[in-house]
C-alpha cells in the first residue's frame, strides 16, 4: 500500500469536515470521534471503500464492519426487518453508544458485514460523527480507528500513532467522553441478546424490552463456544508488556483489599528487583498505597464511568513507556463493571491472580 499524506483537523478548523466528505465520497477513509472512541470511516455500500477498512487496520476480513446512520429512517433502507425491540431502542437510546443487530438488505455489500447476512447499526451521538455522516450523505461503516489487536482510540493522537500514512483524513475532537466502545445487542432471535457490553447496560436495555440474555461466549471460559460477534474471538487492547489482574475474590466493596494491594507491592518490588520496568494500574484511592515506580491512574473505582474513559489510554501509555510487567487492579464492580472488566481481561490475555 502506498502511503497517504494523512491530513489532521481540529474541530474548530471548518474545512475540517468538508475535506472528510470529500474523502469519503472519493472512496477513501476518514477518522473521526464519536462519543465512545475513535472510528475508521469509509462508505458502507462500497465494497472496495470498505476493503481499504480492513488493509489500513490489519484487520481480518470474516470481522463485520458497524454501519453508522445520522437519521432513524436509514434503518429501513439496510435492514430487511426491523423488529418491534429495534424500534424501541432506537428511540430510547439513539443517538448513543448502542449497536443493533438485524438481518441485512441486498445493498449491504458482504464486503462490510464478514460475509453475514445480517448488519450492524449505530446512530452515534458525538456532533462531529452526525455531522460527517449528514454532510456527507453516505452510511458510514466504521470499525474503530486502531491497528487491529490494539486498545481503540481516545484521542486523536492514538489514531495517529497508528494510521499516519494508511488514511486520507483525521477530524480531532479532542477525548472521547465514554472510551469504550458500544454495547452490541443481536435482535435477530427470539430474545435479545448481548454481543458485547459496553455504557448501556442489561438492565438498560431490559427496562425499555424486558429481558435481554448475554451471548454465552462472553461469560463461559470454554474456548469451544464461539461469541456471536466476530470480534469478540481476537485478543485484543493487549499491551506489549505481560499484564496480570490481581483481584479480591471475596470482596464486595468498590474499594480494593488491603491483600490485593500488598500482594501487587510485593510483585512490583520483586520485578523490579530484577531489573525489569513495571506499572501498575490503580484506582484514584489507592494510588498513593503502591510502591512501583510507574503508576497508571484508571479513575474512581467507584465511578466505573471515570476508568473506563481512561482505561484504553492507559494500556497505550504502558507501551509508551515501554513497561515489561504490568499489574492492575481488577474494576469488576458497579454498572460498568462487566464492560471495564471484558476488555481489560482480554489485555490481560485472560490471567488473573486471585487473593
Ligand atoms: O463504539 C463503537 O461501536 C465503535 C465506534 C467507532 O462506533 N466501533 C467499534 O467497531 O467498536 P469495531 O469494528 O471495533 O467493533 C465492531 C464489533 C466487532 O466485534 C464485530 O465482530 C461486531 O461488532 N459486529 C459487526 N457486525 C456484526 C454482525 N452483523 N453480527 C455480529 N457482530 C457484528
Ligand atoms: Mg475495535
Given at each position: 500500500m502506498s502511503e497517504l499524506n494523512t491530513k489532521i483537523y481540529k474541530q474548530?478548523?471548518?474545512?475540517g469536515i468538508a475535506k472528510a466528505v470529500k474523502a469519503l465520497q472519493s472512496d477513501g477513509l476518514v477518522a473521526f470521534p464519536t462519543e465512545t472512541v475513535y472510528g475508521l470511516g469509509a462508505n458502507a455500500l462500497k465494497e472496495d471503500a470498505a476493503a481499504k477498512i480492513y488493509a489500513a487496520k490489519g484487520r481480518p476480513s470474516d470481522n463485520p464492519l458497524i454501519v453508522h446512520i445520522a437519521d432513524t429512517k436509514a434503518v429501513y433502507d439496510l435492514a430487511s426487518e426491523v423488529p418491534e425491540t429495534a424500534t424501541m431502542l432506537m428511540e430510547a437510546f439513539w443517538p448513543g453508544p448502542l449497536t443493533i443487530i438485524l438481518p441485512k438488505k441486498n445493498i449491504v455489500p458482504d464486503g462490510t458485514t464478514g460475509g453475514l447476512k445480517t448488519v450492524a447499526i449505530r446512530m452515534p451521538s458525538h456532533p462531529v460523527a452526525l455531522s460527517l455522516i449528514k454532510e456527507s450523505g453516505l452510511y458510514i461503516a466504521a470499525p474503530s480507528a486502531n491497528t487491529s489487536g490494539r486498545p481503540s482510540p481516545t484521542e486523536a493522537s492514538h489514531v495517529a500513532e497508528d494510521m499516519m500514512g494508511k488514511i486520507d483524513v483525521i477530524l480531532d475532537g479532542g477525548a472521547v467522553g465514554i472510551g469504550i466502545e458500544s454495547t452490541i445487542v443481536d435482535l435477530t432471535g427470539d430474545i435479545p441478546t448481548i454481543l458485547r457490553p459496553g455504557f448501556i447496560t442489561k438492565s438498560m436495555l431490559e427496562k425499555i424490552v424486558g429481558p435481554v440474555k448475554i451471548d454465552p461466549a462472553l461469560i463461559n471460559p470454554d474456548p469451544s463456544l464461539r461469541p456471536k460477534a466476530p470480534g469478540m474471538k481476537y485478543t485484543h487492547y493487549a499491551p506489549k508488556g505481560e499484564l496480570t489482574i490481581v483481584e479480591?475474590?471475596?470482596?464486595?466493596?468498590a474499594t480494593t483489599s488491603d491483600k490485593v494491594i500488598s500482594l501487587i507491592n510485593q510483585l512490583t518490588s520483586e520485578k523490579e528487583a530484577e531489573g525489569y520496568k513495571v506499572a501498575v494500574i490503580a484506582s484514584e484511592d489507592n494510588a498513593p498505597l503502591y510502591t512501583c515506580n510507574h503508576i497508571l491512574i484508571a479513575g474512581d473505582s467507584s465511578k466505573g464511568e471515570t476508568v473506563a474513559a481512561k482505561l484504553y489510554a492507559i494500556l497505550r501509555k504502558c507501551d509508551s513507556l515501554e513497561v515489561e510487567y504490568i499489574y492492575s487492579e481488577a474494576f469488576n464492580k458497579g454498572e460498568l463493571g462487566s464492560a471495564i472488566m471484558n476488555r481489560l481481561l482480554k489485555a490481560a490475555g485472560q490471567r488473573v491472580i486471585q487473593v
Open positions: 474548530d478548523d471548518d474545512s479480591d475474590k471475596n470482596q464486595t466493596k
